[in-house]
């Protein structure tokens, strides 16, 4: 096989999801119907990322049970190189996923074997990660493991991105260090104005989503800049996405036309595809990686599941083509 162009260091997670009409309240139960496939942010984007025509690798954790069994098959199936770690005294993670007849998703995830993920465990594939063209991250495996393959990307000279996802309370600023594209949705957006030193005084004015939603594209860039990030892209759900660059920003709309029906994993079509398509156009086209991925998680939140419904690159270009 050859050298994987990207590398995405994560999570994989087994996804247990139940769909209904309506989301359950306290002390209700509802009929719906259940179904089990791979999952996990780190998982799904390098299955997103794979699919839309990159060279992959994927760093991670696993128990030695059978969702850990069925993780390598998957992966392997989707032409992604196995890097992964067995944990043999943790089990593969899991979540529960509820869908609602909108599309919405409640989620709780259980990390497991993707908490055990170590230092150790990226240093022995520290010559593939120098190696990459774009590494990729996200907050749902062990983040002092994290930290540490993206001061190896970095040094290496790949491309670093990180998508802080989920947004996490022991999340540490110094994480960015090594950062060269944050990605996030509106929610960690918000909680990373909270979280960084230098947003101090916008937090200090009660920020929120509602807030964010009011703001101006130039007011957002201009909050994109004190992250002190080279490119910070915020995706917007059904206002597109925001990509903030030093000198410039630009606000690529949601593809048109898209009916969804589940938004889960909407998030990691996104980076996954952005990626890939970074990888191939080279650092200096991320719009146009971007418009890529904006298509991608158009599409990818027109079928139910996650992994399963990331896109194929034909798809991707088809879309584009319109």
């Not at 247990?16 to 002390?27: D, V, Y």
């Not at 890529?292 to 270009?317: C, D, H, Q, W, Y």
Request: aromatic residues 6%; negative net charge.
């Amino acid at each position: 096989m050859s050298s994987p162009q990207i590398i995405v260091i994560g999570s994989f997670v087994q996804d247990l999801t139940f769909r209904c009409a309506e989301f359950p309240k306290p002390g209700e139960t509802v009929i719906g119907q259940f179904v089990s496939g791979p999952g996990g942010k780190g998982s799904n984007q390098a299955v997103a990322a794979a699919r839309a025509g990159g060279q992959v690798a994927f760093i991670g954790a696993v128990g030695r049970d059978a969702f850990g069994a069925g993780a390598r098959a998957f992966q392997e199936n989707e032409g992604i190189r196995w890097l992964v770690a067995e944990k043999p005294d943790r089990p593969t993670g899991a979540a529960g996923i509820l869908v609602n007849g909108l599309g919405q998703n409640e989620i709780i995830v259980s990390l497991d074997a993707n908490e055990a993920l170590a230092p150790a465990d990226i240093d022995a594939h520290a010559d593939p990660l120098r190696a990459a063209t774009v590494v990729v991250t996200q907050l749902e495996a062990n983040l002092a493991a994290e930290a540490h393959a993206l001061g190896l990307a970095r040094a290496g000279g790949a491309t670093t991105i990180l998508n802080p996802a989920p947004m996490r309370a022991d999340f540490d600023p110094a994480l960015l260090e090594n950062v060269n594209i944050l990605i996030p949705n509106e929610t960690e957006f918000c909680a990373l104005i909270h979280l960084l030193p230098q947003t101090r005084a916008t937090a200090a004015l009660g920020f929120d989503e509602q807030k964010l939603a009011t703001l101006s594209e130039d007011l957002l860039h201009k909050l994109c800049r004190e992250f002190g990030l080279e490119t910070v892209i915020v995706t917007l759900g059904a206002r597109g996405c925001l990509v903030s660059r030093p000198d410039t920003y630009t606000l690529i709309p949601a593809t048109p036309g898209i009916q969804a029906i589940d938004t889960t994993g909407a998030g990691d079509a996104f980076v996954g595809a952005f990626a890939a398509a970074l990888a191939e156009f080279g650092p200096g086209e991320i719009e146009r990686a971007a418009r890529f991925a904006n298509a991608g998680a158009g599409l990818s939140v027109t079928k139910p599941g996650t992994a399963p419904a990331m896109p194929m690159r034909a798809e991707i270009e088809a879309l584009l083509s319109r």
